[in-house]
């Protein structure tokens, strides 16, 4: 079996201008965007309604929702958050599960299953936050 590895780019030069370079000086963002344009305006979009529930969310609640009381000093401290991230995770796709295993679109009044994939979605982009200590800064 090949193993393809990723190439390192250049001293000083970012990935994606090293992809630009090997796609004839297009960088890959313009080349799929132009190849599909539908699918990234959607996953744009998509990205901005995550990013407007994230900070509605964050506004409700504060950041102390997430990292559960404490400041996120210690590593203790940073996973009791992420698990209780991945706790929130786990509910969102057992909804999942059972909204397509049940062959319905809502398990709920207007919470349709879109909104469980997207809140997977932030979910995980929080955790990251956590996992990099930027929660709340």
Do not use: C
């Amino acid at each position: 079996m090949k193993v393809i590895k990723e190439s390192s780019t250049k001293k000083g030069m970012s990935l994606e201008e090293s992809y630009g370079n090997a796609n004839g000086d297009k960088s890959v963002v313009t080349l799929m965007e132009e190849e599909w344009p539908q699918m990234t305006a959607e996953f744009r979009r998509l990205q901005r309604v995550q990013y407007e529930l994230f900070l509605h969310k964050q506004h409700d609640y504060g950041p102390g929702n997430i990292s559960v009381g404490s400041q996120l000093k210690t590593e203790e401290e940073v996973k009791l958050s992420l698990t209780g991230l991945w706790f929130r995770m786990n509910d969102k796709i057992q909804r999942l599960k059972t909204l397509l295993m049940g062959g319905r679109e809502s398990a709920v009044n207007g919470e349709p299953m879109e909104d469980a994939f997207l809140d997977v979605s932030n979910y995980g982009i929080m955790a990251t936050i956590v996992k990099n200590k930027k929660w709340g800064k």
